[in-house]
């Protein structure tokens, strides 16, 4: 069976103080109301991963991860951060090909398939994100855009290394341009997608790769979009810097 999992993205949000707070209350929460079935990942910037981690404590159920990694294993590149380096950390996830490092750092298919083998090497778990724009979404093409990004970036893998890794369908037209993606839409590509993951690795594979919807998650409607059936969880932004928020969306299979 796949795993369930609500992965929340704090992209460069939180101070220190700020991190901590909300850690503690994400914590003590997913302890205090029993939340079970589902994985929670917290991805915050990298200066709070010791932190964090020293906060996770061995707490079943909720795991560490990170943004981003480079594609280098070390070396002389000032301001990167390698997947070993995170690994010695505890670092279990990591969370590869955002949209935003897609649009705004250039990052290519080519780039992300070396990430993802980085990561693999390590230990690490890649949150791989795909998705489409409001441009491609217009045109119809969004479904081949978007099994475009995985051929070329995760198709590579062996059968083995492909079933390590988790999938986060981004609808970038439905994230912060006031259009709504629908459960029926999330369904629909999530559908798609593990489809062209069963062409390439057969279909047990694809039954047990878990697919995170990330467009914009939130209490209000997680219930509707985790009900359907090829939907495994959230990579979720604004809503997991509240952890009443989060929480409840982790509450909403």
Sequence with gaps: ???????????????????????????????DEAVKDVTLVLNPPFPHIHPVKKLI???????????????????????????????????????????????????????????????????LTPIFCCGESLEIR????????????????????????????VIAYEPIWAIGTGKTASADQAQEMHLALRRHISSKYGKEIAENTSILYGGSANPGNAKELFSKPDVDGGLIGGASLKSRDFIDIAKSF
């Excluded at 217009?138 to 290394?161: C, I, M, R, W, Y």
């Design 1 to 31: 069976m796949r795993k369930k999992i609500v992965a929340g993205n704090w992209k460069m949000n939180m101070t220190f103080d700020e991190g901590q707070k909300l850690t503690s209350e994400i914590v003590n929460m997913f302890k």
């Design 57 to 123: 404590g061995d707490t079943p159920g909720i795991g560490l991860g990170a943004q981003n990694c480079s594609d280098k294993e070390s070396g002389a590149f000032t301001g990167e951060v390698s997947a070993k380096i995170l690994a010695s950390f505890g670092v279990q996830y990591v969370i590869l090909g955002h949209s935003e490092r897609r649009e705004y750092f250039k990052e290519s298919n080519e780039l992300l398939a070396v990430k993802v083998k980085q990561a693999l090497a390590n230990g």
């Design 138 to 165: 217009t045109a119809g093409t969004h479904e081949p855009n978007v099994k475009f990004q995985l051929t070329q970036s995760l198709f590579d893998l062996s059968p083995e290394d492909f079933s390590k890794v």
